[in-house]
């Protein structure tokens, strides 16, 4: 019988690791704890607007090579949507101003030298400190690294280290935010496209995989559960799901990749990030202006990103603890009136839905950034993937698929 590699987490992780096995020609079976694949990144129908949304809003860039190779492999890489050049919006709700942000495709900054083109306020020498966070030693954060002040910090480097981080910057590991860094601005425009998934996460990230998967013969099995992992003294030797226990042959092999506060439970010794940081998010049931650009950052708000998607606007708000316990009906409405003055749309609130999400990513410090385990383990059969994994990025779409990634090559060297 041909060996089976046992994928646990049907999220991007463990979707992207059964993709490169199944190229492989490795029989695969994924076992999903809940009713759907997905994990973070999935859509459902919301009967409190009505319609079909996404639980997050998730950006994607140009030069995510591993998502954009992802989403190739499965035939949707047609399905995001975004500027033909690297460009970003943005409104001051505190001064009124507004402004585009465009940068020069090359990864010579010309946009730099170019007063209409960089950020208002801003003088070509004020960019020069961003090259610290290229060089930062390990171990440091953001705010050992540049000052985290000024229009420039204020106007981008804030905003884009937040939503990359999930974290206030100034506490970011330094590591995380130079990554960023190299491989967005310090690359080029060409990298920094912004691409969103218009007809929602699971059209575009979820069901083509899936049906990927089954047309090369992997096995899905949802609403089970892993209990417990069986383990010998070099491998992972039977799987139990409680009502099931799956005995390993000899050339059979494991990939977890579930969150970590799941995976520690289930891997004695296993360190992990231990703190976390939330997300929450907002949906209205509105039809964007015709004018409004598929995303805006909106500073000196509550509010940080918007998005448009055909009748629906939604909303971003990163490092989001300090919104998970007050009233939804109170944030609904905070949310919408910035909403409505960045946008210009009715300032009566339209059908909602706040989703928030407590553990959204790990908490992006250098002490818990230092905690993430790799994709290898001393099981030799036996590999983790997630975007808690150490894949030099911090918690996003892009790092969740180089994890499956490097969790298959892990699997895929076995003898």
Same mark, same amino acid.
């Given at each position: 019988?041909?060996?089976?590699? &046992?994928?646990?987490?049907?999220?991007?992780?463990?979707?992207?690791?059964?993709?490169?096995? @199944?190229?492989?020609?490795? *029989?695969?079976?994924? &076992?999903?704890?809940?009713?759907?694949?997905?994990?973070?990144?999935?859509?459902? &129908?919301?009967?409190?607007?009505?319609?079909?949304?996404?639980?997050?809003?998730?950006?994607?860039?140009?030069?995510?090579?591993?998502?954009?190779?992802?989403?190739?492999?499965?035939?949707?890489?047609?399905?995001?949507?975004?500027?033909?050049?690297?460009? +970003?919006?943005?409104?001051?709700?505190?001064?009124?101003?507004?402004?585009? !942000?465009?940068?020069?495709?090359?990864?010579?900054?010309?946009?730099?030298?170019?007063?209409?083109?960089?950020?208002?306020? @801003?003088?070509?020498?004020?960019?020069?400190?961003? =090259?610290?966070?290229?060089?930062?030693?390990?171990?440091? *954060? =953001?705010?050992?690294?540049?000052?985290?002040?000024?229009?420039?910090?204020?106007?981008?480097?804030?905003?884009?280290?937040?939503?990359? !981080?999930?974290?206030?910057?100034?506490?970011?590991?330094?590591?995380?935010?130079?990554?960023?860094?190299?491989? $967005?601005?310090?690359?080029?425009?060409?990298?920094?496209?912004?691409?969103?998934?218009?007809?929602?996460?699971?059209?575009?990230?979820?069901?083509?995989?899936? *049906?990927?998967?089954?047309?090369?013969?992997? =096995?899905?099995?949802?609403?089970?559960?892993?209990?417990?992992?069986? +383990?010998?003294?070099?491998?992972?030797?039977?799987?139990?799901?409680?009502?099931? $226990?799956?005995?390993?042959?000899?050339?059979?092999?494991?990939?977890?990749?579930?969150?970590?506060?799941?995976?520690?439970?289930?891997?004695?010794?296993?360190?992990?990030?231990?703190?976390?940081?939330?997300?929450?998010?907002?949906?209205?049931?509105?039809?964007?202006?015709?004018?409004?650009?598929?995303? !805006?950052?909106?500073?000196?708000?509550?509010?940080?990103?918007? +998005?448009?998607?055909?009748?629906?606007?939604?909303? $971003?708000?990163?490092?989001?603890?300090?919104?998970?316990?007050?009233?939804?009906?109170?944030?609904?409405?905070?949310?919408?009136?910035?909403?409505?003055?960045?946008?210009?749309?009715?300032?009566?609130?339209?059908?909602?839905?706040?989703?928030?999400?407590?553990?959204?990513? +790990?908490?992006?410090?250098?002490?818990?950034?230092?905690?993430?385990?790799?994709?290898?383990?001393?099981?030799?059969?036996?590999? !983790?993937?997630?975007?808690?994994?150490?894949?030099?990025?911090?918690?996003?779409?892009?790092?969740?698929?180089?994890?499956?990634?490097?969790?298959?090559?892990?699997?895929?060297?076995?003898?």
């Amino acid at each position: 019988m041909a060996a089976t590699v &046992h994928i646990i987490g049907a999220g991007l992780a463990g979707l992207s690791a059964a993709l490169k096995l @199944t190229q492989r020609s490795r *029989s695969v079976v994924v &076992h999903e704890a809940t009713a759907f694949a997905g994990g973070r990144c999935r859509s459902y &129908h919301d009967a409190a607007v009505g319609m079909t949304i996404d639980n997050g809003n998730h950006l994607l860039l140009s030069g995510n090579h591993a998502a954009l190779a992802y989403l190739r492999d499965v035939g949707a890489a047609d399905r995001l949507v975004g500027p033909s050049h690297a460009e +970003f919006s943005f409104v001051d709700l505190a001064s009124g101003e507004r402004w585009t !942000l465009r940068f020069s495709d090359g990864r010579l900054p010309w946009w730099i030298l170019d007063a209409k083109r960089r950020v208002p306020g @801003t003088r070509v020498l004020d960019y020069l400190p961003l =090259v610290r966070l290229l060089r930062a030693a390990p171990g440091k *954060s =953001v705010g050992e690294v540049i000052a985290c002040d000024g229009v420039l910090y204020k106007r981008l480097v804030e905003p884009l280290l937040l939503a990359a !981080l999930n974290i206030d910057p100034p506490q970011g590991a330094a590591r995380l935010a130079s990554a960023i860094i190299r491989e $967005t601005l310090a690359t080029g425009g060409r990298a920094c496209r912004p691409l969103i998934a218009r007809e929602g996460l699971g059209a575009t990230l979820i069901e083509p995989a899936l *049906s990927h998967l089954q047309q090369r013969g992997a =096995v899905l099995r949802l609403e089970h559960q892993l209990r417990a992992l069986r +383990f010998a003294a070099d491998k992972v030797e039977a799987l139990d799901f409680g009502s099931e $226990t799956i005995a390993l042959a000899a050339d059979d092999a494991v990939i977890l990749a579930v969150p970590p506060y799941v995976a520690a439970p289930l891997v004695k010794d296993l360190a992990v990030p231990t703190e976390f940081r939330a997300i929450v998010n907002a949906h209205f049931r509105i039809a964007p202006p015709a004018d409004m650009p598929q995303i !805006l950052g909106v500073l000196n708000g509550t509010v940080e990103w918007i +998005f448009a998607f055909p009748g629906r606007v939604s909303v $971003t708000i990163s490092a989001g603890d300090r919104l998970v316990d007050g009233a939804r009906d109170v944030l609904a409405k905070t949310i919408w009136s910035e909403v409505a003055a960045a946008t210009g749309l009715p300032a009566e609130l339209p059908p909602w839905q706040i989703v928030r999400e407590r553990r959204a990513t +790990f908490a992006a410090t250098p002490e818990q950034d230092a905690k993430r385990p790799g994709a290898a383990t001393r099981w030799r059969n036996f590999a !983790l993937a997630g975007d808690w994994t150490d894949t030099g990025l911090p918690a996003t779409i892009e790092g969740a698929i180089r994890s499956g990634n490097r969790a298959a090559e892990v699997i895929a060297r076995l003898p």
